[in-house]
């Protein structure tokens, strides 16, 4: 593999689990020594995938769609994974996916709602829905990210 590619490959990991260019010099400099990847050889560079990797980072076709699930049957409910996905890409979440969307769930509504379910796509009450979508779109704004133009 060439430099260029394992340049690509780190930028596309660190997006995949929503590390911002700091965290991902710091990784690269906790990594091999070098906070620059135009300094890194092909070894050193491959270092950083491999850490990317023991971090969640799937590389290839296979692994992606092994480890993915089905969106959401609802379009309620894949607008909340939508909203996190942002909110995840602007650096804002200490942990990015699914299991911190779920954590944010529980934390957030458990002392209001009767029941908090273990996934959020498990979630069937569209009051319940609308409480998590507008908390969501709350934290975009607050963040000032753009939501409309995606739909959201």
Known sequence: ????????????????????????????????????MAEMTDGELLQVVEALKARGFTTGFKAAVKGRRAPASRADLRLIHVLWGLLGQAGLLQKPGRDGLNAFVRSRFEGTWQSVPIDIDALRDADQINDVIRALKDWCKRARIPTKERGA
């Open 1 to 36: 593999m060439g430099n260029r590619t394992l340049q690509r490959m780190i930028h596309v990991g660190c997006k995949q689990l929503g590390l911002d260019e700091d965290t991902r010099r710091g990784l690269q400099l906790v990594t091999t020594g070098k906070s620059s």
